[in-house]
């Protein structure tokens, strides 16, 4: 794949347009997690009739060796860690609809857990919950290449799939940067929004069928594969994004967009968040169809991924960072329109610098900068909260601001970076006080009042469960609540998750 501009962009816009990217390092990261008092629900305890009631439904897909247990109970961020002494790895649907039936019997709380990459606690116990690992329900199903739909089960690793679909001319149609280890069924499960999210849209409308085990062990089929289908309540909606407290999703069906066959990858900077704004108006106006990402890193946010992760920032020290992604089906359609994009911007003074990637490689090193972030914020003796908050644009990049009035730097530094295509800000307070309850009352109370969404898409998990309110109407969350109750009168799925 060939990614540059034209000879006549790069003549006109060549004093600001640099070129050479090194080779990448991944490091690891850490959060600290928003201290909530839970007390263990009324639930039975494992006992062992009860694993050899599972060793009968799942033969030897059992572990309840504390060593093989223990990485099951804690999150990738190993932020949290549950007690749980068994999990269970059923490979059909029919295995954890018998699973879900004796649990519901004996009482016994259940945790679902994908590929473990969520950010707020959903998918690891908070006690002694049984782990549903859905890792070995990773068929795929079959794929409608004329339709362009996948029907597959809900352990199919995101990547996986991708790889698949890539000489079928097809894409999944979500990207996140833990592709490489999440689970379809888990992304459904939190409706994840990931850096393509603007471009695809949400999985609401990307899911087409689902298929969910409930609480009792029966079997939801809202399997239709069709792009139109108004019979009825669209139940499924339901469970998208319901974290696994009112069923567990098994198989699905999503629609596929077409591959891009041309991609650029630019890199700009500017001086004032004004500017910023700027960018994303002119993009949508001047990009429109081809534009498929906007990402924004402020200064302190690039700082923190060039020392941590050993990048380089191609471009001179500047306020804000803006990072654009075009993706169409003719590349000289689409150079014809970001060149005259870049000239305006240019020309406008609206950008200060910027870098085009002219190769694959290049493209890649820029996309570190901003997937790597996430893992760049851990300093070593220093906490990190990170928030992930879905804001106006005029209010989008105010929080940063008033964080740091509130918090001085250098006992913090609050670094903003994100989706700002889609109005989702990632806001980091790393600190070497241990601030914790204070600073995310701050930032919850600041997003309340400015009516914000405290939960852009990571979900609530057991971080934010307690602060719904704060996004959603009193009847709202009733309402949530009456249909925990009715899908799952006990309570067993994913317990202390998603509601008060």
Known sequence: MSICLSAMCMCKFGAYLTRGFPKQRIFSSSTTRISTKIKRGSFSQVA?????????????????DPSDVDPYNIDCQRSYRGKSSIVLRPNTTDQVSQILEYC??????????????????????????????????????????????????????????????????????????SKGSCQIGG????????????????????????????????ILDCMSAHRKDNTGYDLKQLFIGAEGTLGIITELAV???????????????????????????????????????????????MEFVVKQAKLVNPLDK???????????????????????????????????????????????????????????????????????????MDDYYAIVEDTRRQYPFPSCTATGFGHIGDGNLHLSIITSSKEADDINSFVLNWTKNHEGSISAEHGLGVAKNQYIHYSKSQKAVSFMIGLKKMFDPKGILNPYKTLP
């Open 318 to 392: 500047s306020p804000f960072y803006v990072l654009i992604e075009t993706a169409g089906t003719d590349d000289e359609h689409d150079r014809k329109k970001l060149d005259a994009f870049l000239e305006s911007l240019f020309n406008e003074g609206i950008i200060d610098s910027g870098t085009v990637a002219g190769s694959v490689k290049e493209a890649n090193a820029l996309w570190a900068l901003r997937e790597r972030l996430a893992n760049a914020l851990v300093v070593e003796g220093r906490k990190a909260y990170h928030h992930d908050l879905s804001l106006s």
């Open 104 to 177: 519901n019997k004996r009482n016994l709380a259940v945790v679902p857990q994908g590929g473990n990459t969520g950010l707020v606690g959903g998918s690891v116990p908070v006690f002694d919950e049984v782990i549903l690992s859905m890792s070995l329900l990773n068929k795929v199903i079959s794929l409608d290449e004329v339709g362009g739909i996948l029907t597959c089960e809900a352990g199919c690793v995101l990547e996986m799939l991708n790889d698949r679909l890539a000489d079928k001319g097809l894409v999944m149609p979500i990207d996140l940067a």
């Open 187 to 218: 992304n459904i499960s939190t409706n994840a929004g990931g850096i393509r999210f603007s471009r695809y849209g949400s999985l609401h409308g990307n899911v087409l069928g689902l298929k969910i085990v409930l609480a009792d062990g029966s």
């Open 48 to 64: 062992d009739s009860d694993v050899i009631a599972f060793r009968n439904i799942v033969g030897n897909n059992i572990l309840t």
């Open 255 to 301: 629609a596929l967009p077409p591959k891009p066959k041309a991609i650029n990858v630019v890199l700009l900077s500017c001086e004032s968040f004004d500017k910023v704004r700027q960018i994303v108006v002119l993009a949508r106006s001047m990009l429109g169809e081809i534009l498929s990402a906007t990402e924004l890193m402020d200064s302190e946010a």
